[in-house]
């Protein structure tokens, strides 16, 4: 990533009220540097030097705005500002690591957000009634050892000790070995749960990951809430054959099964929720051979809504669907659900007060989206209320070097932010 | 497989006019020991000792036959009985080796069959009018290269060595290394092509492969012609995605277009030939990840008929179907022909003579089939006028252990080609 890249289309006179956009790009700039890969993307993954070295700078940037820091047992950045007259606290923040070959925006546009504003408000000389707290949490891609969110699930308490025991990197060092090499562990990790008691609320700026705000020509959104996952196998069964000697008729091929529930799935989520998606993304045949009727296809769906109920129901549907296909074909299925989070509800409060920060931003009604994605937020959400603002990513590319917000984007969304946490700080 | 299961059921009327049922099993079950797997079923791969000893076997009955034995540069065995007053020559045979764990009469049924007709006529003291040759086809199978029919290519002079030198084995072995093994060379192969001149006609015998003589319960059918694949290859190109943040209106999924097509293909067969099958039996998925769109999909389709046009039609059908489904929904498809093997037809004429042999065995009126799967006769039916007659498999099983023709149905077969055989033989 270049420096001049970043400011060229910069609009100055988004500079203003303390808040200032050549900082913001100037660190989005040193951030990038660490973990640059040759493709010009950014490699900082979870519990590496890299990771760590950006938490470094980010505790010097929090130092510069006034904040006291402290890192966490589970490896969590935190740096807080007391509050004026209140003992109530909201919070702000992301993370820092990357997926391999990642982009420069996903996760810091969070963290150096929150920075920004409690730098804004150290230059305009004000102090919020509430305390405020910056949160860098560390691990939320999950890409080291395919699971994600840890610092966020060890402060919001959610932490799940047996669960990440089992986990290895792809060198083979276990979760723990490499909590060690930290100078953490698995007890320090649940130590880092915080009481939530005196949190009124927290906030999280992200890059969309879509391209809804780009279709909307508008730099910032308001999240509706995080969509949950469920994740179904199935698994159809017929018989295998030769493909040139067994009729059209006396087949049970399993790969049109397949195929005909694929065609439907795309058709269903629409019956249930507009912000519902379903999507076959892993699908595997056996035995795979190009003059060989499939006897059995392994497939996933992935089915998400910001409604669980609807989730559900649209769950239901596609499982009603693969049994129904498979009746008509004398073909076996089998469903299974190997992962089921619920979605995370932004209160409809939460969203009017993030709406009125961004009126007062973008000169024209607020847009609402769902997220598609998992975000901290999502666990912080199991504890406080929650806001998710989004900023427009172009061409909706993420989790790749081409990720790209503008500058002017990325300011637009911290005066959004600086609005909605002065808001919830004042109450 | 146990030689009393063999013998079991077996009808003792039908050892008659010099053809022995209890020889034949004897035979079968002979060969079933060369190379038997410990789930009972048969690896007698190509150009490996366990076929040779095969067809030194096969050798050792011919000659008990009466036959002349010979093997010529592709190691094909070749047996002859001189005719009593004609130049021509009428040809039966079929193979010796098998797929990996394959069953024991696909290939075998076919030589012995040939073999026990020359017997029946030795012990009847019968001499046909024309000359009569028995062939052990080399390598039809060709699990070792995945590539076969290398002895009746290199009988009808239609062998590619440019194409056979590129081939290597599981083990990395060359096609000429494994050759030089084997006492063969490309040239000791080119050089067995035959003079077709004083060919009259071919008559293989082969196990069904497929269950419509089941259906139909008949021990032995006529074949119509032997089915040509066609082979294609269908790329379709979209755009990859996170599962979550891409609503279903503004995505290109590549699977989707895929199922939708394989929905498609098995509608289509019948709308252009009865005999016409079609079959998705490879497919793999870019990049297959539970939570991202497929942005690419590949996968093959098998197309057959056993009429060239037909098949052709249907194979441009198939590929107008990929290109609507991908204009449709802006995405790339390309489609590729990697394979077209012409179909072999069987001459009405040699189809009724077949037919009418069938009728003096079964007291039914025959029942003509397809061959979907290649055989030798294929290659041979290029040079001269074929028939093929297939014996009734139980479940329509094969290329697998529980591969099972009853003895008293190979009987019948065996009664059938006698007829045959002498019909041809007398003209």
Known sequence: MRFESLIEDYNEALTHTGVN???????????????????????????????????????????????????????????????????????????????????????????????????????????????????????????RFNSGLTGSQALAGTFDPSEKKKLTDSDGKSFEDVMKENGLSLSSLQSAARDFSDVDAFVEVHIEQ???????????????????????????????????????????????????????????????????????GKLNVTPNGVNVIPGEVQMSVDVRDIHEDKRNALKEAIIA?????????????????TLSVPPINVTEKMQQKAAAAVRKVVNREPYFLPSGAGHDAMMIGKKTPIAMLFTRSRDGISHNPAEWSSLNDCVHTVHALKHLLEDLCAE
């Open 21 to 143: 956009g050549e900082r913001l790009a100037r660190r989005l700039y040193e951030l990038s540097k660490i973990g640059l890969t040759k493709d010009g993307g950014s490699n900082r993954i979870s519990f590496t030097k890299e990771e760590q070295e950006a938490k470094n700078l980010a505790k010097v940037w929090m130092q510069e705005a006034g904040l006291t820091v402290k890192e966490d047992g589970a490896g969590n950045v935190i740096g807080r500002l007391e509050g004026a007259s209140s003992k109530a606290v909201v919070m702000s923040g992301s993370h820092l690591d990357s997926v391999p070959n990642g982009g420069h925006f996903d996760g810091p546009l969070g963290v150096l957000a929150a920075i920004e504003v409690a730098q804004a408000w150290k230059d305009t000389d004000f102090v919020p009634e509430k305390s405020y707290e910056v949160v860098v949490f560390s691990d939320e891609e999950g890409a």
């Open 210 to 280: 879509g391209k809804k705000l780009e279709k909307e020509n508008l730099p910032v959104g308001v999240v509706q809430g995080i969509a949950g996952p469920s994740w179904l196998d199935v698994t159809f069964t017929g018989a295998a054959g030769h493909a040139g000697n067994t009729p059209m008729d006396d087949r049970a091929d399993a790969l049109v099964a397949a195929g005909l529930l694929i065609a439907e799935i795309e058709k269903l989520p629409s019956q249930f929720s507009s912000s519902a998606v379903a999507t076959v």
């Open 321 to 337: 669907k693969a049994c129904e296909i498979a009746e008509e074909r004398s073909i076996k299925v089998e469903t299974k659900e």
